[in-house]
């Protein structure tokens, strides 16, 4: 019984919770990743992008509440999720036609497109902070656990219990969904060749006939709903801070560097090797070495690698060694 307490004190802190984390990343490093194969530049606006998305569904969800409408034992942010994606489609958009375009027609250097995201970004987070303050924000409701420890526990006989959490649920359901249904756009549709098209050789799919403008505009579509969502399930999962979306950039550009920029497929690995990379790192493993090892060698330290303060330093380290190692990503190559 034993090993198995200890396998289950292992899930419940670093399988269940990378798995989630995981998908998180993988949907936010696609929107990233989009943006760099057919925009062809690093926009540093989508942690912004991302709290903008989410504050906007829970201020929908607010309202929703406020008039007693609920999604059952699922959260409400679910039913807000739509009208979240379709505001913060409309920023991207406005956005675009009054900053990217402009440096579009001048044909500027990417560098160039970087920088103004930088400047978006400032402008965002400024907004998000002003409409809903800097304070932790909880907008999760219906049940709070598919698996409770208790019930686990009846359920086995163990001594550990495992924990699932119905964000975490939600979370891996959702991004098997979103990431389904982009690369069934991607490969099948007729749109989404076309972006595919542009993403290889802008000149070719132009004499082909394809409206860059229109693939534009469907790229920041798609890219809101990418951004709201993860962001939306992120802040199920923890909870809403507008800094935390910030901080979130680096993971993000680090699971989208590390699979390799420009291709989806990279973005969704790298997203999982970052968070599994990030919550073992940082987890310590006192207990689950008292359950393997003999009492005479039970460790007397956490056995923690790293403190949880750190986090984000493990994603900083592994992006430095795949830049010197690898610069190109894991999927080189390829592309959207």
């Not at 999604?71 to 489609?89: D, E, K, Q, S, Y």
């Not at 698996?147 to 001594?159: A, H, K, N, P, W």
């Not at 549709?189 to 860059?212: Q, V």
Request: aromatic content about 12%.
């Amino acid at each position: 019984m034993e090993p198995l307490n200890a396998f289950v004190t292992f899930a419940n802190f670093v399988l269940i919770p990378a798995t989630a984390y995981g998908s998180q990343l993988a949907i936010g490093a696609l929107g990233v990743t989009l943006i760099y194969g057919i925009l062809r530049f690093s926009n540093f606006a989508h942690g912004d992008t991302m709290a903008f998305g989410t504050m906007a569904v829970i201020l929908c969800t607010w309202g929703l509440q406020s008039v007693g409408i609920s999604f059952g034992p699922l959260p409400t942010a679910l039913l807000a999720l739509p009208v979240g994606i379709a505001v913060t489609a409309l920023l991207l958009i406005v956005t675009d036609k009054t900053v990217y375009r402009f440096y579009r027609a001048k044909k500027a250097p990417p560098v160039t497109f970087v920088i103004a995201s930088l400047g978006v970004m400032f402008v965002m987070n400024g907004l998000v902070r002003f409409i809903i303050g800097v304070d932790d924000q909880r907008f999760a409701d219906g049940e709070r656990f598919v698996i409770s420890v208790r019930t686990f526990r009846e359920m086995t006989g163990l001594d550990e219990g495992l924990a699932i959490r119905t964000s975490q649920a939600i979370t891996v359901v959702v991004a098997v969904i979103v990431v389904a249904a982009l690369f069934w756009f991607l490969n099948k549709t007729r749109t989404g060749k076309s972006m595919r098209a542009f993403s290889d050789n802008e000149d070719l799919a132009l004499l082909s006939g394809i409206n860059p403008e229109r693939v534009v505009f469907i790229t920041w579509l798609i890219v809101a709903g990418l951004a709201t969502v993860a962001g939306t399930l992120y802040g199920l999962d923890k909870s809403f801070k507008p800094f935390t979306y910030f901080q979130l950039l680096l993971p993000i550009f680090a699971a989208a560097i590390v699979g390799g920029l420009g291709n989806p497929l990279g973005a969704i690995a790298g997203g999982f090797l970052i968070a599994f990379a990030e919550v073992t790192i940082t987890y310590p493993l006192k207990k689950v070495l008292g359950y393997l090892l003999p009492e005479s060698l039970e460790p007397d330290g956490l056995v923690q690698l790293l403190s949880t303060d750190y986090k984000f330093a493990v994603s900083f380290c592994i992006l430095l060694i795949v830049l010197l190692f690898r610069p190109t990503g894991l999927f080189a190559g390829k592309s959207v």
